[in-house]
């Protein structure tokens, strides 16, 4: 198994089965949720829009991955791994807090804080950004499609 893995994962390839991972976790949890509420969209249909879209989106880097450095304990520790490192815990932060917070709060941190560690984006750029981004799916899901997303404790 070792040497299977040795030859034919590559960083890309294992960062994109954690992904569909996480995308599959997702979807169980979607489904726990009412899909529909009264002639409109309830608190499941986001989630699903964006795990269904992030193993979609993982499935295409699986095959189209072109990245010829094979995985070994030393490569999770370079630039670009522990960019995902980063990412994955930045998730699962977020998927912390929305219990506490509901979901535009820890999206909005998700957004900030990965755009600023992950690809170096100035602070007020970042804000910016993130600020669109959220107003964005608020509208979006809220205003228009009428999903009630994920209420927290505080919020």
Known sequence: MAKYLKKYISRERLFALLLILLGVIGLYGSFNLNFYEKYTLGPGAFPLIYSLGLIICSICLFIKSKDKKFISLRSFFVQPALRGLIFFLLLFLMAGLIYYFGFLIPLFIFSIVGLIWIEDW?????????????LFVYILFVKLLKVKLLQGIFF
């Open 122 to 134: 100035r602070f007020s750029k970042a804000f910016l950004f993130s600020s669109a981004w959220i």
